[in-house]
């Protein structure tokens, strides 16, 4: 199934949309799409039959939040903790993963047409390396579009993210490209895999499931934090109306501890502002290298 | 026109929405004022009984429980009850958080407030103390953060790893998960909790210690102003049941 879906919405469901999409929406939002093995389980089908009819529902909610207005969403699609499962699983997962880039490669016009963005988070060392070529091109291609943003997280963790972040802070005193004094939060903050997104106003997690699972940690720390009971693959329309009306009603109170994050946050310095570049050309140089590879599937 | 009536829709739908929330606030807290009435228990020392006795079915291990209080104005006496709930439920840790700092503020009364209700006086529990040692057992570890603890902590550890290396005491190869994992839970002194408790209708971690929140399962009170035993209770039996599958 494709990334850019047509219009699945009925009329009354545009009408919804138009009218919570009237009010205050979050621009940024996370989604850790949970459920997929439950709901294979459910109804009695194989698990990677469940994980891809997730991945049509992703299809679908990236339209949705189209719709709404929503400009960027980022999704925990491959946990580093999910290493841990059986071959089998990992085997099919790949698989799956593989089959939807190359869909998204060949539908670039579309992506473009539409502005979209695509940035994969994680440490992507840790996946095959045909996978890793196909994501960096599908992130090296569409690095100029700015109308939605996806990011997607895979062979990620927040603890890796945080861990990664402070041993290129080391290497870059080591290196003596910046010095211990320039490092603070807000150095961190912009040297992380989401260095390029602001941070998220609503996280959504489906499957009834109350934990963050190492996800974001670092950037939701003055998010919306919504969830909600259904498997992802069963997530419709209106329980994504119902996570932004909770953020609208909510969200007013988070404004403070975010006014003090930013208040207690240090100021970056020019030194530290010349290390985020450094990362950051970093960064491109290794999109660039795999991008320009050829892809073999 | 049509953006202006789909506004106009919305709102009316958050007016009605809103008094339904507060129709739904006020009969809770008519039952709960009703089965506190009826059924006690009544004073500390009876709630402890019944956290006692009510901790037999629960099955998951519990060693850190941590509160946050979100934008509520801090009460004393409720932070005092929740850590001794805490306890007695089997938790060696209590943490409360407060981001604004207003509850660190208060310590010297928070510590004067946990000594009034612990018996014998010769061990004293202090919040932010008792890092090691035998208070756990005795007594509660209670702890207090702001949002200086979390991410900040976090950067004045990043920056004291960059000291050492350039001290030639460690090297960036040596700093992995498992490295890193040991400073920020000793800095912190506490380990990850399991059960994060959260004040008032908006779930979020208002900044509290983003390494610690990895499997924190998080759930809701209304407010922590007069809290029921029995509510306590009934997140610790929620909390029970939450299943922990960690990427499997």
């Known amino acids: 199934m494709s990334w850019i879906r047509d219009n699945t919405l009925t009329w009354i469901q545009k009408m919804a949309v138009h009218v919570v999409g009237s009010g205050q929406v979050p621009q940024h939002v996370a989604f850790i799409m949970d459920g997929n093995r439950r709901y294979a389980k459910k109804h009695k089908v194989q698990k990677i039959e469940g994980h891809s009819k997730g991945f049509d529902r992703l299809a679908e909610t990236l339209h949705w939040c189209l719709e709404l207005g929503i400009k960027e969403v980022t999704v925990y699609a491959f946990s580093i903790e999910n290493f841990k499962r059986t071959k089998e699983e990992i085997d099919a997962l790949m698989d799956l993963a593989r089959q939807k880039f190359q869909r998204l490669l060949d539908e670039t016009d579309k992506l473009m047409e539409h502005g979209v963005h695509i940035r994969v988070i994680g440490n992507l060392d840790l996946l095959p390396v045909d996978l890793q070529k196909m994501m960096a091109k599908a992130m090296f291609v569409t690095k100029n579009n700015s109308r939605a943003v996806l990011n997607i997280a895979y062979a990620y963790t927040a603890r890796e993210e945080i861990t990664q972040c402070v041993k290129q802070t080391v290497e870059g005193v080591v290196d003596g490209v910046l010095s211990p004094p320039n490092v603070n939060q807000n150095l961190l903050s912009k040297t992380l895999y989401t260095n390029h997104s602001p941070t998220p106003d609503l996280l959504i997690r489906t499957s009834g499931e109350v934990r963050l699972s190492d996800f974001l940690l670092w950037q939701v720390s003055c998010s919306c934090v919504y969830f909600t009971d259904v498997l992802w693959p069963d997530f419709t329309v209106w329980h994504l109306l119902a996570a932004v009306f909770y953020y609208q009603r909510n969200h007013q109170q988070l404004k403070d501890a975010s006014l003090l994050e930013k208040r207690s946050d240090e100021k970056s310095t020019n030194q530290g502002e010349d290390f985020v570049d450094y990362v950051n050309l970093k960064r491109q140089q290794w999109l660039s290298l795999h991008a320009n590879l050829e892809v073999t599937s | ?248």
Request: charged share 25%.
């Open chain 2, 1 to 248: 026109m049509a953006v202006n009536l789909f506004k106009v829709v919305l709102v009316v739908i958050h007016v009605i929405f809103d008094i339904y929330a507060e129709a739904r606030r006020l009969f809770r807290y008519a039952i709960q004022y009703f089965e506190d009435f009826c059924f006690g228990p009544w004073g500390l020392k009876a709630e402890l009984d019944y956290v006692h006795r009510n901790k037999a079915p629960l099955t998951k291990p519990m060693s850190h429980i941590a509160v946050i209080l979100g934008s509520e104005v801090v009460s004393i006496k409720d932070i005092v009850r929740i850590a001794l709930w805490s306890h007695a439920a089997g938790a060696s840790y209590v943490s409360f958080y407060d981001h604004s700092g207003k509850l660190k503020k208060c310590k010297s009364a928070l510590d004067e407030a946990l000594t009034s209700e612990c018996q014998p006086k010769s061990h004293i529990p202090r919040t932010n103390g008792y890092k090691n040692g035998i208070a756990g057992k005795q007594y509660p570890h209670v702890m207090l953060f702001d949002i200086t603890d979390g991410k900040a902590g976090i950067a004045r550890i990043a920056r004291e790893l960059c000291e050492k290396a350039l001290a030639k005491e460690i090297t960036h190869n040596d700093i992995n998960l498992k490295f890193l994992n040991e400073i920020v839970l000793r800095e912190a002194g506490v380990p990850e909790p399991e059960l994060g408790i959260y004040c008032g209708d908006i779930c979020s971690t208002y900044g509290f210690l983003p390494w610690h929140s990895r499997i924190t399962e998080f759930l809701p009170i209304s407010s922590h102003h007069n809290v029921s035993v029995r509510t306590f209770v009934s997140v610790l039996r929620r909390f029970n049941k939450c299943e922990q599958r960690l990427g499997t």
